[in-house]
């Protein structure tokens, strides 16, 4: 079956323009997780989804990211005022359910660029 | 400040050599993964251990989670060229909505 998708896979944006990622997650999962790579490291979490609403919204770095999932399926990571710092991969990734054990599936990420 | 501490960062070694991973810690996890990236690609799971003590094996890769469930390793036999890609943990437990705190990596390149 089809897997986490993730558009754009390449943004690139200038410095102070708002951004929007999307990620299709795997059908009938109900939780649904944001995390950012930067160059060289680990993926860091952002924002988990229990269905559509924001359950943990802790990895957030400040108030210029915002996310939603407003049908409980697809989501949307929103970045206002761009920021340099902000160039990064934005991983998703969806699970069956929110469990200690379940499985979490990563897309393939969007690579986003602030010049 | 990256929970999960991940050595070595970078390893490079001829095919055929034998390679470790290890992947430290000082909370407990109730499970632990192990997760390979290839460029432009999104983290793989290989392979989860949730009990403490636990060994298991996938082919030439062989996964220990540490007695306390603070820590991990991964083995890898006769490494292969094929081997070559960024090796991941994760923790995944010690929070309400179970998201994965993921170890900084060690990227492994395996040279013909």
């Known amino acids: 079956g089809a897997g986490v998708s993730q558009t754009p896979s390449n943004k690139v944006t200038e410095k102070g323009k708002y951004v929007e990622l999307r990620c299709d997650p795997i059908s009938g999962h109900t939780a649904l997780y944001w995390y950012r790579q930067s160059l060289g490291q680990g993926p860091e979490f952002l924002i988990y989804f229990q269905g559509t609403g924001a359950a943990d919204d802790s990895g957030l770095p400040n108030d210029r990211f915002f996310a939603v999932r407003p049908e409980g399926s697809v989501s949307t990571l929103k970045i206002q005022r761009t920021e340099r710092g902000d160039s990064a991969v934005y991983l998703c990734?969806?699970?069956?359910?929110?469990?200690?054990?379940?499985?979490?599936?990563f897309g393939p990420g969007t690579r986003l660029l602030v010049l | 400040t990256q929970l999960l501490e991940q050595s070595p960062q970078f390893l490079s070694i001829q095919e055929g050599e034998n390679l470790t991973v290890y992947c430290n810690s000082s909370?407990?996890?109730?499970?632990l993964q192990w997760y390979r990236q290839e460029p432009g690609e999104g983290p793989v799971l290989l392979v989860t251990?949730?009990?403490?003590?636990e060994v298991k094996k996938l082919k030439r890769l062989t996964f220990q989670f540490g007695d306390a469930r603070k820590d991990s390793s991964l083995h890898i036999t006769a490494a292969q060229p094929g081997d070559t890609g960024l090796y991941l943990c994760?923790?995944?437990?010690?929070?309400?909505?179970?998201?994965?705190?993921f170890g900084g990596g060690t990227r492994l390149m395996v040279k013909p």
């Open positions: 994760a923790g995944q437990g010690n929070n309400a909505g179970n998201m994965l705190t």
């Open positions: 251990v949730v009990t403490g003590g």
């Open positions: 990734a969806s699970s069956r359910l929110a469990g200690a054990w379940e499985t979490q599936y």
């Open positions: 909370s407990v996890f109730s499970s």
